[in-house]
């Protein structure tokens, strides 16, 4: 089988040329695909040249939606099935900005984090056109096509880790901002990772500029080492090194991700190392409460204690926010939904897909003009990359400017406007 969805449009063309059709085939077929349509869908392609695709093994759905589970909160998880019959999956979160697609990148996980259920077992990489093909899949699930597309939003959170998946990550994410294609933003893409200090430079170097996520959940190395078999490979400090060299490269604030979890990582004075291990870089630290996972055995903790964790960040001049927990009715946690699937247990909150009720229009609609915008933005990237040498010299006096800034931070976080407050993360006020 081979997935149509892992070529570009000048490869399909090429394709199409090479089963005798005339070039223009491409950019149909192109858009077909795309557009979620299988063989038996209704689309402008001749069916004697769809036949040829397929007699020569190409597959148009390589991502197929399997199941589909609906939380309370509207977001809807989904279990793909690909073509060797290996189960994904994948969250849809409708924020009042639009809709974020988190998607997975590998077949389970080779990190086995303590507290994660997808790397229970790690299978395989999925290919580009698979990473894609969610994307695919759950656009045309809730009434989206390429040029009008109703997922606003991509994080690369789901199962697998994206940087042991190097080149077919990179390779989706010029497939997804393409412009002939579905034109995402970089701005409106976020990779999340364990942190491996050599990828994340390597990433820094493709100028992409997508937002970066580091998975730190502990405040030295010790502690990291416990619950991150990966710790023990690359210190914190290397890790800090190569998230400060993405700063410098993309001008992009890191996210630092921390999952409290109880008797681990969640005592105060843990919250003061990690403010202080945080010190020189730009970034803000997204709290995450636990999804217990039962195989693992350990436990978040409530939200008074997450709020005082917060609190002490932001005393410490870390802008820190309390990251809201879709889905946790439906196990969003990673791979906790195919673990339930893989041995059997069945979820309440399975529903068939014609159920599922939407507002087809996202409030904010996806420009088309997104990764144009980028590349504007792109070539003042370059600009500042030119002056990297410079602003490495005016890094120190920014750094000494920034605990004025970070203190500003803290006051306006402490008084949440109307906006703020109902934007993807809660103040603490509205944490309950
Ligand atoms: N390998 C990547 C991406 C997958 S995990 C990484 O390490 O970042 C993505 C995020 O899911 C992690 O930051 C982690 O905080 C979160 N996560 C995993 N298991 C979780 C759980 N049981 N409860 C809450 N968050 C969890």
Redesign the pocket.
Known sequence: MINLLDYTLEELNNIVVSLGEPKFRGKQLHNAILNGKGYNDNTVLPKSMLAKLQENGYQMQAVKIYKTFKSKDKTIKFLFKLNDDNLIEGVLMNHNYGRTLCVS?QVG?K?N?A????GLKFVRNLSAGEILGQIVAANAFVGGTVSEREITNIV???????LDNFDNVVKFLRYVTAEDGFNFSVRNITL???GIPSKIEKLADLGLSINL???L?APNDAVRRTIMPVAKSFPIKSIIEAANHYYMMTNRKIYI?Y?LIDGVNSDISQARELADLLRDLNCRVNL??????KERGLK?VNASKTNSFMRELLKCGITATIRR?LGDDVD?????LRNKELSGEKSSFEVKADSIKFDKKPRNKASNTDSRNDRKHSSDNSKFKADKKSSFDKKSSRENSRSTRKLDATKKQSRPSKKASSSKYISKKQYR
């Open positions: 990148t996980c990190m984090c507290f994660c259920a997808s690369l959170m789901g199962s697998g880790e994206p999340s990772t364990c996520a580091i998975s959940h991700e999952t995450i409460t636990l999804n217990d996972v978040g927990s969003g946690a990673c791979g906790q």
